[in-house]
């Protein structure tokens, strides 16, 4: 089976920039590699989470409860993977790099719950993925920890300069701020490993941040 390399973080954090720099060093080091993204919106696999992120199936992150919202996510990883990289996943000798993955619903639903309902959820999340539905875990985790208050400038300039609409994650005034909460409670318990995207309120260099995770998954 493929390594496989999960990288995570809030959105506007910086993980797609990070994925991007991984696989083109593993190329560059002469390991195969393949990168997936979730959601997988180029597969109709991710139908159920469009609508659910657009606002059709509720104007507010919590118009969805986190148990409801994570089947949908789940269901797109489930499909995606029979289709398309169960067979990348299944190479030998290679890293196969997600940009985000269950991770993501153990931060952005886990942040719909009460503090007293955490474990709770993270233990059936994991089980439903992993158990239940048979998706592959992960060999690492990488948590790219940005704050809220960065994340949103980030994505207010990024909404701007591409003309992209922002979800209702994203446009949720309150939902980061929970999300981020959710996130470090999750990679603590999880073990997750965990790189710091800011120091003194500024974006660190991208570079920086890869060396950081290349010495935290052991591919350097």
Known sequence: MSKLIVIDGLDGSGKGTQTRMLRA????????????????????????VKMYLSGELGQKPEDNNAYAASTLFAAD????????????????????IADRYTSANAVHQLAKLPESEWDGFLDWLFDFEYVK????????????????????????????ETGRTVDIHEKDK????????AALYAADRLSWARVAAS?????????????DLLALTGLK
């Open 133 to 160: 539905l048979g998706l592959p875990e992960p060999d690492h985790t990488v948590y790219i920890e940005m704050p809220p208050e960065i994340c949103r400038k980030l994505i207010a300039k990024r909404a701007k």
């Open 77 to 96: 990883r489930y499909v995606s993977y029979k289709k398309v990289w169960k067979a990348l996943y299944e190479k030998e000798n290679a890293v196969l």
């Open 25 to 48: 060093y593993l190329t560059k080091k002469g390991v195969e590699n393949d990168l997936i993204s979730f959601p997988m919106y180029e597969c109709d696999s991710s139908s159920l």
């Open 174 to 181: 309150t939902h980061l701020d929970r999300a981020y909460r």
């Open 199 to 211: 120091k003194n309120g500024e974006v660190r260099d991208p570079e920086e941040i890869f060396e």
